[in-house]
C-alpha cells in the first residue's frame, strides 16, 4: 500500500511516467573520460524516474518508523541524528505535501533550540575528548554544530520561528572561536567555553565548511532581524571558503582532512572528503550566494573526483581505490562495513548529475537502509536520501 501511494505521489510531482522496479546496473565501470552533466538519455531518464520511487518509498517508511501514533518523533541518539532527520522530513514534506512530515521537522528543530538554550554557549554535547595537556573535556563542536544550527534556522526561518530564536542561533555561531586566518576552533569544552587545542592551530576542513555552512544560514536568517550580524556572519563564512577552503583543493577535486596535506592515519579521509562534499553541496542549496564559477568549479572537481576516484571502489564496482589514503581507509566500501558511505556517494554523484554511478550505487546500497535507526546509522541514510530526491527532481526536470 505504501509503495503504491508513493508510486502515485512522485507520478504527481515528477511528471514522469512510472516503470517496473528495476536494480539493474547501468554500465560496467564508471567512464573517467565522459564529462559531468551529459544529458540523460531516455533509458537513463527512466531509470531514474524508478530510482526516485525506490528512494521515496524507502524515506518514508524510514520516517514513519520514527513516528508514535501521533505523530511525534521518537528521541534520537543524537544531535547531528536530530538535525539530519529534521532537514529529511522537511524535504519529504515538499516533496509529498504531507503535513505530518512537516511537523515532525519543526518538533524536532524546536527540541534542539530548547537543548541548546539549556547549555552555557548553545553547544551540545558531543563526546568526551582528551584535550592538548592530556585533560578530558566534554566536547562538542562541528561538525555537527555546523548542521543543528544550520538546520534548525532554516526550519524555524519558515516555520514560524521569532526573530529572539533566529538571532540566539545565529549568536551561537558568532560566539563560536574564530581565528580571522579564516578558520573556526575544531572543539570547544560545552561546559567553559575553552578550546581543546590553541586556535592558532587550523583544524578540519569538513569542520571548517560545516560552520561556514552554519555561519551562511543563520546569517541570511536575520538579514532582516540585524544586518550587522548577518553581515558579519557572510563575511566569516566567505573568508574561510574563499581564502582557505578553494585554496586547499588539490588538481582532481581532492580536499585533505586537515587542509595541508597531512592526513591522519587514523581516520578515513575519504569518508570526511565527502563530510566536505556534503557541507559545500548545501552551501549552494541554503542560501543565495556561493553560485558564483570560482565555488562552482571546486564543486565540480568535487563532483568529478567522486566520480571517478570513489565510485571505482563502491559495491558494487570492484575497483581500483583511490590513490589518497590512509591507514584507516578502506580499499573498498561496501554495505556490510559502514552503510554511511554509499549514501553520501550517492549524494554527490546525483547533485552532480553522474546518473549511470549513482543509479548503479544506490541501486547495490538501498536494499541495506538501516529503518527506523535513531541513531547516526539512520540519519546519514536519511539525509542523503532526501538530498538525491531533491537532485534528482531538479535533473529530470531539466532533462525534458
Known amino acids: 500500500m505504501l509503495a503504491a501511494m508513493v508510486r502515485v505521489i512522485v507520478g504527481l510531482l515528477f511528471s514522469v511516467a512510472v516503470s517496473e522496479t528495476s536494480t539493474q546496473a547501468w554500465g560496467a565501470e564508471p567512464a573517467a573520460t565522459r564529462p559531468l552533466r551529459q544529458r540523460p538519455d531516455a533509458a537513463q531518464r527512466e531509470k531514474a524516474r524508478d530510482l526516485q520511487i525506490r528512494l521515496t518509498t ?38 509529498t505535501g504531507e503535513q505530518r512530515y512537516r511537523a515532525a521537522a519543526v518538533e524536532l528543530a524546536r527540541r534542539i533550540l530548547s537543548q541548546m538554550k539549556q547549555t552555557k554557549f548553545g553547544v551540545l554535547y558531543i563526546k568526551e575528548k582528551e584535550a592538548g595537556d592530556g585533560e578530558m573535556i566534554a566536547g562538542g563542536g562541528p561538525p555537527a554544530l555546523g548542521w543543528y544550527a544550520a538546520w534548525t534556522a532554516y526550519i524555524l526561518k519558515r516555520e514560524g520561528g521569532t526573530n529572539e530564536e533566529l538571532k ?23 561546559k567553559t567555553g575553552e578550546l581543546m587545542v590553541p586556535l592558532s592551530q587550523q583544524g578540519a576542513v569538513n569542520k571548517n565548511v560545516a560552520m561556514a555552512l552554519a555561519a551562511a544560514v543563520t546569517g541570511e536568517c536575520v538579514r532582516d532581524i540585524d544586518p550587522q550580524l548577518a553581515a558579519r556572519l557572510k563575511a566569516k563564512a566567505d573568508k574561510c ?76 564496482y570492484t575497483g581500483p581505490a583511490s590513490r589518497w589514503t590512509s591507514k584507516n581507509t578502506p580499499k573498498h566500501y561496501a554495505p556490510a562495513d ?15 548529475e553522474c546518473l549511470v554511478e549513482g543509479e548503479a550505487i544506490m541501486s547495490h546500497w538501498l536494499p541495506k537502509f538501516p529503518y527506523g535507526n535513531k541513531g547516526a546509522e539512520g540519519a546519514h541514510a536519511a539525509h542523503p536520501t532526501a538530498a538525491m530526491l531533491m537532485a534528482l527532481r531538479r535533473t529530470l526536470v531539466d532533462a525534458k
Not at 170 to 184: H, K, M, S
Open 58 to 95: 524507502a524515506l518514508t517508511k524510514h520516517l514513519d518508523q520514527l513516528l508514535d501514533a501521533k505523530g511525534h518523533v521518537a528521541e534520537l541518539s543524537s544531535k547531528g541524528a536530530d538535525s539530519m532527520t529534521a532537514i529529511s522530513y522537511y524535504h519529504l514534506s515538499e516533496l
Open 338 to 352: 559502514d552503510p554511511r558511505r554509499g549514501f553520501a556517494l550517492g549524494m554527490l554523484l546525483f547533485e552532480g
Open 241 to 316: 571558503i574563499y581564502e582557505r577552503v578553494l585554496p586547499a583543493q588539490e588538481p582532481d577535486g581532492y580536499w585533505h582532512y586537515g587542509f595541508r596535506g597531512n592526513d591522519p592515519d587514523n581516520k578515513d579521509i575519504l569518508g570526511y572528503y565527502m563530510v566536505t562534499m556534503e557541507a559545500m553541496i548545501q552551501l549552494q542549496r541554503y542560501t543565495t550566494s556561493y553560485r558564483d564559477p570560482k565555488f562552482q568549479a571546486a564543486l565540480d572537481r568535487g563532483f568529478q573526483f567522486a566520480r571517478d576516484g570513489l565510485a571505482p571502489m563502491t559495491d558494487p
Open 168 to 190: 540566539y542561533l545565529a549568536g551561537v555561531i558568532d560566539w563560536f572561536p574564530w581565528n580571522e586566518g579564516g578558520w573556526w576552533a575544531n572543539t570547544v569544552d560545552m
